[in-house]
């Protein structure tokens, strides 16, 4: 069994050429990226998960379920997972090796009122409302998942990620700083 087959996660890679094609996948082909994440996959990091909130899906659920609006102009999970797993596939070049890999999505919705949108019956965690940040229910999912500790845990992120990494005592580095 290679590393390609060894997938952790809650989403599974979509099938098909280009399916993940996006302008996140383009933005890592920034100079810092490929200076940084070719050593850290090769060496202290072995495992990578791409772990991304797309509350757009549970909005498109709330507009089907309850007839309102244009729930097409949102996400699918389907689309909103294959741009991580592009972003996967994109660090596979840039390291020019496999690793285990994995993606978590975080699909609640949460209105600027503070009101949840409805979840799916057969919702999976990825419905889960610790999973959205501020909370860090799908850092220690993935964490979890991959067997990794927090000393060897990196989390890629915005700004205010970098509390959750502090709380959980893992190393952080602001995407911005990373991707350009």
Known sequence: ????????????????????????????ESPNVAGVLPTAAATSF?????????????LRHWMESAKFGDPSKQPTAAEATGRAWGVLQTLRAIAGHDFRAGVFAAFAFQSRRGKWGPVPGDSGLGWCRNWRRPSSGMVLAS?????????????????????????????????RDLFG
């Open 1 to 28: 069994e290679g590393p390609s087959d060894q997938r952790f996660g809650v989403t599974e890679q979509p099938q098909g050429p280009d399916v993940c094609a996006s302008k996140q996948t383009q933005t890592l």
């Open 46 to 58: 072995p495992a990578i998960a791409v772990c991304i909130d797309a509350p757009g899906v549970g």
């Open 143 to 175: 964490m979890e998942a991959a067997g990794a500790r927090a000393e060897e845990t990196l989390l890629v992120g915005r700004d205010t990620d970098r509390e959750i990494a502090a709380g959980l005592g893992t190393h952080f580095v602001s995407g």
